[in-house]
């Protein structure tokens, strides 16, 4: 401490200001309140941009302030944007709640939350209660949808209510377009919403063989049957964890990939290194979320 204040009291200037005085001298701190202003000082519309980067927690906080502020983070509009940005797909936004007495999209998000809450406990118990209280429908397509938008849900929990309900699988399935979607891309995208199982079992054949079907639906013009793009994930699945995994000593080479795929299908060897290179560059095509 001693030789930093030494060395700028070398450093001053011929008129004895040093740096740091020239500093406090050009920014009083008289000019604090007016380079941060209070959100009363300004526009209504302004003080809501602000409190709109802030989520539900820091907005309840923001809340206590004062009875201005209070005013402010209660506003319905910022309510709805977290509802919606939180839960990209709810059956109660088509229920026109809005008109009911007493309505507010704080008191929605709250539900929703107590919902998800729930779901990552229990799956059936957070579907239950998002029944009673007319939050979601009851009937695959609308479970599937709620899924699909929202990353509140525990995974393990999603993917062991999807094992026991196929019917809301194939809806989650159904909700996303791989279109002129390169193949390792497009299963990462599926597998961003459906948990891949720990190991290899039927649950997994299951999720291959839909996801195959999806895509050729997608990409009809791709020539390639159901059984060559399962055998194709099964494929990338096992170079994911062989190139990623540090238990993995010896990682496959692109040679041995290309030769391994060049006997188990007829696809040409530059679409082999293709796809040897996605994963060797992006990463794993199904990483673990927890």
């Not at 720990?198 to 291959?208: A, C, M, S």
Request: charged share 20%; with cysteine; net charge neutral.
């Amino acid at each position: 401490m001693g030789q930093s204040l030494r060395r700028m009291n070398r450093n001053q200037s011929p008129n004895g200001v040093n740096k740091y005085k020239r500093l406090k001298r050009n920014f009083p701190l008289s000019n604090l309140k007016e380079t941060f202003p209070d959100l009363s000082e300004l526009p209504p519309e302004i003080g809501l941009a602000v409190l709109s980067n802030l989520n539900a927690t820091d907005l309840c906080l923001a809340a206590c302030v004062n009875e201005f502020w209070q005013e402010l983070a209660n506003d319905q509009l910022l309510w709805q944007g977290l509802c919606r940005a939180t839960w990209g797909c709810v059956s109660a936004y088509e229920q026109d709640r809005t008109d009911e007495p007493g309505f507010s999209w704080k008191g929605l998000y709250l539900q929703l939350d107590e919902a998800s809450l729930s779901f990552s406990a229990d799956a059936q118990l957070g579907l239950d209660y998002l029944f009673r209280h007319n939050l979601v429908d009851n009937n695959p397509l609308a479970i599937a949808q709620f899924i699909h938008t929202t990353n509140t849900l525990h995974h393990w929990q999603v993917r062991k209510f999807l094992q026991k309900r196929s019917d809301v699988l194939e809806e989650l399935v159904g909700l996303d377009n791989y279109a002129n979607h390169f193949l390792p891309n497009a299963l990462r995208t599926f597998f961003s919403h459906v948990e891949t199982p720990n190991e290899r079992g039927p649950y997994l054949q299951t999720l291959i063989e839909m996801f195959a079907k999806k895509f050729i639906s997608c990409n009809k013009d791709c020539k390639l049957t159901v059984e060559t793009i399962s055998v194709l994930c099964y494929s990338l699945i096992l170079l994911s964890v062989d190139l990623t995994s540090p238990k993995v000593k010896n990682k496959m080479s692109k040679r041995e990939f290309i030769r391994n795929l060049r006997q188990a299908t007829q696809i040409d060897d530059e679409f082999s290194g293709h796809l040897y290179d996605n994963i060797y560059l992006v990463g794993h095509i199904a990483p673990q979320k927890w």
